[in-house]
């Protein structure tokens, strides 16, 4: 079966620290480019940060996470991952990761990923960060 199931969400304070992970199955990840994505309650989901295909050497972040999150990948775990520091508030979420479809590239785009690029969406995790 062909999936994205995300995990290592959780409750944690401000200031603290969580790692998202994705993990693929039924298909190799490392093909194509991967995005995180975030929905807040009565918000429309944004495009968080991305990574592209194969070594990953090219990433995007949203200027609201710029220093604090880091997207990696593990193609050997067909894994990626989004490790999150000093977290605020307003980075309480669901997260969701998807893969880009390839008819869209395999790079980032400088504008962030959009959602309609993406498929295989996962469940979702969810970052709650309160006090």
């Known amino acids: 079966q062909v999936q994205l199931v995300e995990s290592g969400g959780g409750l944690v304070q401000p200031g603290g620290s969580l790692r998202l992970s994705c993990v693929a199955s039924?298909?190799?990840?490392?093909?194509?480019?991967v995005g995180w994505f975030r929905q807040a309650p009565g918000k429309e989901r944004e495009g968080v940060s991305c990574?592209?295909?194969?070594?990953?050497?090219?990433?995007y972040y949203t200027e609201s996470v710029k220093g604090r999150f880091t997207i990696s990948r593990d193609n050997a775990k067909n894994t990626v991952y989004l490790e999150m520091n000093n977290l605020k508030p307003e980075d309480t979420a669901t997260y969701y990761c998807a893969k880009k479809e390839i008819e869209y590239g395999t790079l980032c785009a400088e504008r962030g990923p959009k959602r309609y690029e993406y498929e295989y969406w996962g469940r979702g995790t969810q970052v709650t960060v309160s006090s």
């Open positions: 990574i592209s295909s194969f070594y990953g050497t090219s990433s």
């Open positions: 039924g298909f190799t990840l490392e093909h194509y480019a």
